[in-house]
């Protein structure tokens, strides 16, 4: 995936925030979004201690002991907060948090996660994913459309490990759009110059869609 489309999809999911919300950034492409808020006023909390992201920082104003939870150098916002990890956990597991932007492994036709562990490879630690995905009030998934092996990542059934019971509200990928809902998924928006029919070639699972509804 391009650096461009990856910022495509943070533009987009952006635009799902509103002023005054709690916002958990997860790893990989939600952390590109403090770039891309414009004059939106939100509270981006990173689970490992920080309240109040603020922008990438140039190379001459890097801070290694500010970083998000890629691990990639963030700045603060006026009035940002630090506090260790019980105290982010004690956010996120109290529902204090309006918005968690995660990446995934895979997501089912309803919204069910897999974004912690693969099969047969090392797992490097469970991370925030589990307690995210209870805990906050609205989940977006921001993804590449496909895995590296170029398999789907929208799927009609899990084959990693959930991540929970909870189901995300959205997918925002590189090529379109999906919401989820008690009935499966439903493509809402286009993002490239993909067709309905190519987009289901290289999507996991079925998914309804209204020619009238569908913005480009």
């Known amino acids: ?24 950034l997860g790893v990989g492409i939600p952390t590109l979004i403090p770039d891309y808020l414009g004059d939106k006023k939100v509270f981006l909390q990173s689970e490992n201690g920080l ?35 019980s105290d982010s956990f004690v956010m996120i597991r109290g529902g204090h948090v309006d918005m968690a932007v995660l990446g995934a492994l895979q997501v089912d036709q309803y919204g069910e996660i897999a974004n912690w562990a693969v099969p047969g490879k090392t797992i490097l630690g469970v991370g925030g994913a589990m307690d995210l995905v209870a805990g906050a009030k609205r989940i977006v998934i921001a993804s590449r459309h496909l895995a590296k092996d170029d398999s789907p990542k929208l799927v009609e059934k899990l084959t990693f490990p959930s991540s929970g019971v909870r189901k995300a509200d959205m997918l925002v990928t590189e090529h379109a759009v999906f919401k989820f809902t008690d009935n499966g998924t439903e493509l809402i928006e286009i993002l490239s110059d993909i067709s309905v029919n190519e987009l289901k070639e290289i999507t996991g699972a079925v998914f309804t869609y209204s020619n009238e509804k569908i913005s480009t």
């Open 51 to 85: 309240l109040g992201i603020g922008p990438t920082p140039d190379k001459e104003h890097i801070n290694m002991d500010l970083i998000s939870a890629s691990k990639k150098p963030i700045t603060m916002e006026i009035g940002a907060s630090l506090f260790d990890s």
């Open 1 to 24: 995936m391009s650096q461009s489309e990856r910022i495509k999809i943070a533009k987009r999911v952006a635009k799902e925030m509103s002023d005054g919300e709690v916002v958990n």
